[in-house]
């Protein structure tokens, strides 16, 4: 059973430069998982953010970028805003099937 | 713009069956993949199948494997999950969602609830 694993929170103040980041327990994560992130907001559903690792849609923010960082995804938000504060997901294509990782809860301070 | 719209949740007692739909407009249907994923109450985003345009591949999470069936008819723009022999576990908002290619999820619908209980 594959598990994908991001950092259960994270605390950044506005402004700042924060890194998010998604691990596969297969192994180290390449391009070729295709990884998705997602943005969740209570009560509200998921909006896409990220796909096929750095590619934004027409909808996301221009703070917010993603990579490949030693062997995991990661989702940058460089300069911080309030609004930022919510869940984050991961997603990782596995052959067909995919995974969420466990969400990443942004709280700005 | 792309609209998902899902319809047919509720409330069903353990062992019995729902089927889901969502319906898909402002985009071309019948050539992109289509995915459901759900959240329990309180819990992060769970990804449960998927299937392509045509509707000839089909992939589950080993969760709902044989007792979840995604299905497609491209003439009604219409996606469904038929879900079997629900246990308390599948209580939970269910979302469709859509994507330009299979490797790539870019909207979502706003969610059905499903409530397993007796």
């Known amino acids: 059973q594959t598990v994908v694993t991001q950092e259960t929170s994270l605390t950044v103040s506005p402004g700042q430069t924060v890194t998010l980041t998604c691990a596969s327990s297969s192994g180290a994560v390449t391009h070729a998982y295709y990884p998705n992130w997602f943005q969740q907001k209570p009560g509200q559903a998921p909006r896409s953010l990220i796909y096929s690792t750095a590619n934004t849609l027409p909808w996301t923010p221009a703070r917010f970028s993603g990579s490949l960082l030693g062997g995991k995804a990661a989702l940058t938000l460089s300069g911080v805003q309030p609004e930022d504060e919510a869940d984050y997901y991961c997603?990782?294509?596995?052959?067909?099937?995919?995974?969420f990782g466990g969400g990443t809860k942004l709280t700005v301070l | 713009e792309v609209q998902l719209v899902e319809s047919g949740g509720g409330l069903v007692q353990p062992g019995g069956s729902l089927r889901l739909s969502c319906a898909a407009s402002?985009?071309?249907?019948?050539?992109?993949?289509m995915s459901w994923v759900r959240q329990a109450p309180g819990k992060g985003l769970e990804w449960l199948s998927v299937i392509s345009g045509r509707g000839g591949s089909t992939y589950y999470a080993d969760s709902v494997k044989g007792r979840f069936t995604i299905s497609r008819d491209n003439s009604t723009n219409t996606l469904y999950l038929q879900m079997k022999n629900l246990r308390a576990g599948d209580s939970a908002i269910y979302y469709c969602?859509?994507?330009?290619?299979?490797?790539?999820?870019?909207?979502w619908g706003q969610g059905i609830l499903v409530a397993v209980s007796s």
């Open positions: 969602a859509q994507g330009k290619t299979g490797t790539q999820i870019d909207n």
């Open positions: 402002g985009f071309n249907f019948r050539s992109q993949a």
């Open positions: 997603l990782l294509y596995y052959g067909g099937a995919w995974v």
